[in-house]
């Protein structure tokens, strides 16, 4: 059994998909002091309730670093897909989460919504992404699938300007229920063996190991499957965890399909750490950059 690192809570598709990345950027810049902690916050969703307001999840405000440093929510260039704070379906808290609706023939690079950071991992190997989905269920023609709901985490620093490195990712395929993550090496959408139910809220989390190069998905507590990071060993930073729906293979029909999902409980965090303390902060010039590539999925 593949060690849980941050236990907070506790076949072959031939056909090639386009899973472009987003990257999400913007510059952080603190000076810290250091104290210590159980944990801290890097992206503190809050559950999606107040001060989050129903609509659209773009532009509404996030918390950083667990101490009310605030920072807002973006989309990738071209999104046509959506994402909105809503009421009618939530899990637990104050009775927000935000609906995901995956637009047919969505761009390459689009549908993804996210808080970028720099700066991390910060005196830990470990980088944790949680959240809580419930997924309706798409009817497509045979032979079709998707889409893809989930989180990805992505690297921009490493690869250089205007690149960048997908790190992980996992999720569910909206058309036939299967955990999916990227391969490493090829980013081949792979099935882990598990299917979740649809119309049920099931819990998510990626293990972000960052000494060993490799992640961990989890689900309802546990370990589903270990890979290298995605676009190789060399990554070695975090600066971003969206939100992201794309279409889960690349024949027209699964393009074309669209689906709904709802996200709640989001939360980036690094465990048993020292902590910075942020006396200064100031956000600096938000990037969004887009690209694409070609992703094949089997079973």
């Given at each position: 059994m593949t060690k849980q690192l941050c236990p907070r809570n506790a076949g072959n598709f031939s056909r090639p998909t386009l899973v472009g990345a987003a990257v999400l950027a913007v510059g952080l810049l603190f000076v810290a002091s250091q104290a210590s902690a159980a944990r801290v916050d890097i992206i503190d969703g809050q559950g999606f309730e107040a001060p989050y307001t129903a609509g659209n999840l773009e532009g509404q405000l996030g918390s950083l670093?667990?101490?009310?440093?605030?920072?807002?929510?973006?989309?990738?260039?071209?999104?046509?897909?959506?994402?909105?704070?809503?009421?009618?379906?939530?899990?637990?808290?104050?009775?927000?989460?935000?609906?995901?609706?995956?637009?047919?023939?969505?761009?390459?690079?689009?549908?993804?919504?996210?808080?970028?950071?720099?700066?991390?991992?910060?005196?830990?190997?470990?980088?944790?992404?949680?959240?809580?989905?419930?997924?309706?269920?798409?009817?497509?023609?045979?032979?079709?699938?998707?889409?893809f709901f989930g989180v990805e985490a992505y690297d921009d620093i490493t690869v250089g300007p205007g690149d960048l490195g997908l790190l992980g990712s996992m999720g569910v395929d909206a058309t036939t229920g299967d955990v999916l993550y990227q391969a490493a090496g090829t980013?081949?959408?792979?099935?882990?063996?598990?299917?979740?139910?649809?119309?049920?809220?099931?819990?998510?989390?990626?293990?972000?190991?960052?000494?060993?190069?490799?992640?961990?998905?989890?689900?309802?507590?546990?370990?589903?499957?270990?890979?290298?990071?995605?676009?190789g060993a060399s990554l070695q930073d975090f600066t971003d965890a969206p939100i992201?729906?794309?279409?889960?293979?690349?024949?027209?029909?699964?393009?074309?399909?669209?689906?709904?999902?709802?996200?709640?409980?989001?939360?980036?965090?690094?465990?048993n750490i020292k902590i910075p303390e942020p006396t200064t902060m100031v956000l600096g010039l938000v990037a969004l950059v887009s690209v694409s590539g070609a992703r094949s999925r089997r079973r």
């Amino acid at each position: 059994m593949t060690k849980q690192l941050c236990p907070r809570n506790a076949g072959n598709f031939s056909r090639p998909t386009l899973v472009g990345a987003a990257v999400l950027a913007v510059g952080l810049l603190f000076v810290a002091s250091q104290a210590s902690a159980a944990r801290v916050d890097i992206i503190d969703g809050q559950g999606f309730e107040a001060p989050y307001t129903a609509g659209n999840l773009e532009g509404q405000l996030g918390s950083l670093l667990g101490d009310g440093v605030q920072a807002p929510w973006l989309a990738s260039s071209g999104t046509t897909s959506a994402a909105v704070v809503q009421s009618s379906v939530a899990h637990g808290g104050g009775g927000q989460a935000v609906q995901v609706d995956h637009a047919a023939n969505e761009a390459a690079g689009a549908g993804r919504f996210g808080i970028p950071v720099t700066g991390w991992p910060d005196n830990s190997r470990y980088v944790c992404i949680e959240w809580d989905m419930y997924v309706n269920q798409t009817v497509g023609a045979p032979d079709t699938f998707g889409p893809f709901f989930g989180v990805e985490a992505y690297d921009d620093i490493t690869v250089g300007p205007g690149d960048l490195g997908l790190l992980g990712s996992m999720g569910v395929d909206a058309t036939t229920g299967d955990v999916l993550y990227q391969a490493a090496g090829t980013g081949v959408l792979t099935e882990t063996g598990s299917v979740v139910d649809f119309d049920a809220w099931n819990h998510f989390h990626i293990d972000l190991d960052f000494e060993l190069s490799q992640y961990t998905v989890i689900l309802n507590g546990a370990a589903l499957a270990t890979a290298t990071f995605v676009d190789g060993a060399s990554l070695q930073d975090f600066t971003d965890a969206p939100i992201a729906s794309f279409a889960a293979a690349g024949d027209p029909a699964s393009q074309a399909l669209v689906g709904t999902a709802y996200i709640d409980n989001y939360e980036v965090y690094q465990p048993n750490i020292k902590i910075p303390e942020p006396t200064t902060m100031v956000l600096g010039l938000v990037a969004l950059v887009s690209v694409s590539g070609a992703r094949s999925r089997r079973r």
